[in-house]
């Protein structure tokens, strides 16, 4: 081709670039669009104007410097992502763009040129000349190559050269313009997440409250995120994160471990756009490969990390390491207020806690020293120790020397109330060996305690507290604590149970002390009756014994005096039988000591049914063991009624009936004699005494008695009393 046939091909290539085409390009170009959209219309645009098979283009990034491919025009697929794997480094294109290929500020590589990477090379069309068009942005600075394929190079020309320049510098502008649009929306959006976020955790002081906002703006500016606090034994722990990763709670990291031990420990931040690069810092979730984590600090210190990321590499940027060390900033002051607030509460709560304690040891005190009868006192302590400190289940057992058994009580809870006065030996379950050790016995879960000894009534118990009651060195009792939780107490439990224990200790040896010295009153008055019965009975039979002697001795002599001797006879044992009949009755029946309650007062009714002549029908529902203890005063209560109903009833039919119930016992004696009217004054005066008698034997024992009579109607002596042991 001569110089004139060249120069006109290449005048007429320049006419090829209609200047609608240009006009076209600029009015596509908007501050709106991305940079990616931009580019790609550029590059269909150069694609069109100069017939070229194929225009990409590569972008310069604004964190890594590196050149990326961010645009193409008739480029195949898999040569778009080679290119888009192998960025070109800026200090590549120097090294190729030589001076005698240079056109204008563009370069025309012929074929076979070397290209800055493989991917380019590879990408090169054979045969073809290839044209790389500058992006120069403010100041000139290069912020992307555009890469043109060129079929007929022989076209191009300075001229044709500064039209693509044009275009190009009309594209980085328009480049330049969106990035710096981003990057005001950013900042903007970034402004009012700070501020978003300054009002919500400035708003409150509840921790919880405060790491829940501080992550919901993680998730907003980053998709997912997590933050970590330093503990009292100096572990990290994952205190809140974002719903992806909400598994992460809980986690504890040594400080110095991983990415975020290490930011722990240095006090700076992490930033990585390829966890693989370096194994030794771990990400937090393993599925991470793009990783940023921030320090949390307050008045000079760390107290934790604020952790995102990404399982793409380079997800992030140094303008994402500002954001996330401006959210910590906001953050760390905060929290640090809110821990110190939740401590406070904690303190006051503990003392408040404290004091409540007090108060119920002080009532149970109270409760426990306000009488010596333990029917009473022990179902009202255990309800306060239950009700006072919150357990599920509290039992008072008391030591029975005779039969070496723990007897229940008391009891008081939501578990299942043992049937009858429930009773153990001491070489049995938990309970036996805290009584035996004298010593406290605290089981987290009992099904894995060899020594358990399983009831029925509590196969729902899964933690078991049992504190002795100890005085003198022995055991006088236990206190008994079952909990359905696994590990349901704890050595504050243990603290309170055994300062209970203390208290009950005086009360329960006081008790003790207190029987004994009936016991030994019971024993005296026997004796004095023994005394009584010498010193009146004995006598008199002594004087009965002369009297018929000397009636014997008349009886041949003077037969006259003997019906008179024999009259002073009779007096005399009339007399003896008053004595000891009074005397008798002052005494505890021997079928009441060996048979029980029951036998005793069949063999009473038999008898007065003979003598008197009545009826008397006695009805039992229960077990009369259940009675225990309280034997005695309730066949004197009998006794008194049968005695009112001889003397002034008039009956004929009496009916006693008596019902064993698991919290109390009921007696009830009815006649059907003349009765009388209980709000007029008595008509006897030993019904009135009788009816003091057994009022009084019923206030004794804990109970009450009602007295229903009406004239013509009959009477009922009603008495109800609680059994030992009930529960509440």
Known sequence: ???????????????????????????????DDTPESILHEVAETLR??????????????VESDAFEAAAFAGVAAEVEARLCAEPVLPGTYPTLLRPELRLSDSFLLPPGSPAPNAADAAAAPPDMATLLVPLRGRGDRLIGVIYIAISTPAIFDQAAA?????????????????????????LLAKEQLLAELGRDVSATLDLNDILSRTVERLALAFESGSLCLIEPDGMLVVAAATPDEVALIGQRIAVGDGMVGWVAQQGRSFFTADVTSDPSFAPLNPRHRACIVAPLRSGGRIIGTLNVGSPTHGAFSFEDVDLLEAIAAQVGGPITGAQLYQESQHLAAHIQRHADQLAVL?????????????ETSLPEVTAQIRNGFGYDQVDIFLVD???????????CGILPSMEGSYRQHLNLGLIGRAARSGQTVRVDDVHAEPGYFSVAERSSTRAELCVPIMASGR???????????????????????????????????????????????????????????????????????????????????????????????????????????ALIFQ????????????AALQQHAQALSRREGLAIALSVVGDDRLARGLEQPLFRIVQEALNNVVKHANARNVAVTLEFGSERILLRVSDDGQG?????????????????????????????????????????VIVSVPRAGRVE
Do not use: C, W
Not at 401 to 411: C, G, K
Not at 693 to 706: N, V
């Open 1 to 31: 081709m001569s110089p004139q046939t060249s120069g006109t091909a290449r005048n007429e290539g320049s006419r090829q670039l209609p200047l609608s085409d240009l006009l076209a390009l600029g009015s596509q170009i908007r501050t």
């Open 48 to 61: 069109r104007v100069v017939t070229s098979p194929q225009v990409y283009v590569r972008l310069r990034n």
């Open 162 to 186: 500064h039209v693509m320049e044009a275009i190009a510098r009309q594209a980085a502008l328009a480049v330049e313009n969106v990035r710096l649009a981003e990057r005001s929306a950013r």
């Open 362 to 374: 002080n009532a149970i005190a109270r409760t426990a020293s306000a009488t010596l009868e333990q």
């Open 401 to 411: 020397d005779e039969t070496n058994e723990m007897v229940m009580a008391a009891s």
């Open 475 to 581: 055991t006088l009792g236990l206190i008994n604590l079952e909990s359905p939780h696994l590990h349901g107490f704890h050595d504050e439990d243990v603290a309170i149970l055994e300062t209970i224990a203390d208290v009950l200790a005086g009360t329960l040896e006081n008790a003790r002390l207190y029987r004994r010295a009936q016991a030994a009153a019971v024993l005296e008055e026997r004796n004095r009756l023994a005394r009584e019965l010498h010193d009146s009975v004995s006598q008199q039979l002594f004087s009965m014994t002369l009297t018929a002697q000397a009636a014997r001795a008349q009886l041949e002599k003077n037969p006259q005096r003997v019906a008179l001797q024999l009259e002073r006879l009779q007096e005399t044992a009339t007399a003896a039988l008053a004595e000891m009949r």
């Open 587 to 598: 005494l505890r029946p021997p079928a009441l000591r060996d048979q029980g309650l029951v």
């Open 676 to 716: 009388f009217d209980p709000a007029a004054t008595p008509s006897g005066r030993g019904r009135h005494l009788g009816m003091i008698s057994m009022r009084e034997r019923a206030a004794e024992i804990g109970g009450t008695m009602d007295l229903r009579s009406m004239i013509g109607g009959g009477t009922e």
